[in-house]
């Protein structure tokens, strides 16, 4: 069964505007961690920003932050400030202890 | 900084042969990791080995095997290949038990015919 959903398959964005990925996930427990990876075509797996379950503050990274709604289990990533250098598959990704899964995956373009 | 390192990057098999992917780490980090990415699948977890001696098996486990042969290096072996085994595969570790998440390999994509 799929733990974490991402509704949006694409994503494109005018370079220098803001676009918001979408990420929900399935969990009974209370303490975990949630991630964003990046894949570019180099196909070389990124981490872009992690967020505690346990700290209610948003996670950022520069230009990367994230909308983290715990009751709604909702994880949503918001880049800003689009780059051509952003143009990747984004995936959202939940912790367990020594596995972590993944969703299907959102490809964001940024056109010039 | 080599990271986790992956052999070979691509491998054309045809159906029945086997083979086996290596994945060595320089970071000396306790867990080790394989996926598998198909187009609108995300990543899928094959088998893991949380400490040196242990494997267990992920999401994905039939027609894998696993050796963790010492703390860097962690291969998956394909006994007799698919055409439902073409995919990229990818090897991670991690510091146990994950929560700073995990350094990937640059990946494998297999084909097989």
């Known amino acids: 069964a799929q733990t974490v959903t991402q509704s949006q398959p694409e994503m494109s964005v005018q370079e220098a505007e803001t676009v918001t990925l979408s990420c929900t996930y399935d969990?009974?427990?209370?303490?975990?961690?949630l991630f964003w990876y990046k894949q570019p075509p180099s196909r070389q797996m990124i981490l872009v920003i992690r967020q505690e379950a346990y700290k209610q503050q948003n996670a950022t990274e520069n230009r990367f932050s994230v909308n983290f709604q715990k009751a709604a289990k909702s994880f949503s990533l918001k880049i800003s400030d689009s780059q051509l250098g952003d143009t990747a598959m984004y995936f959202c990704?939940?912790?367990?202890?020594?596995?972590?899964?993944f969703g299907a995956g959102t490809t964001v373009t940024v056109r010039a | 900084n080599a990271g986790v390192t992956q052999t070979p990057k691509f491998q054309v098999l045809k159906t029945g042969q086997s083979m086996t992917l290596q994945c060595a780490q320089d970071?000396?980090?306790?867990?080790m990791y394989w996926y598998r990415q198909d187009p609108g699948m995300g990543l899928r977890l094959i088998y893991y080995?949380?400490?040196?001696?242990?494997?267990d098996k992920g999401e994905v486990p039939n027609g894998y095997n696993v050796s963790r042969l010492n703390k860097r290096e962690f291969s998956l072996r394909l006994e007799s290949a698919a055409p439902s085994q073409t995919s990229v595969y990818f090897c991670a570790s991690s510091e146990a038990p994950g929560n700073y998440g995990y350094t990937f390999g640059s990946g494998t994509r297999l084909t097989v015919v």
């Open positions: 969990t009974s427990e209370s303490n975990y961690y």
């Open positions: 990704a939940f912790m367990k202890p020594y596995k972590l899964s």
């Open positions: 080995s949380a400490s040196e001696g242990t494997t």
């Open positions: 970071m000396n980090h306790n867990s």
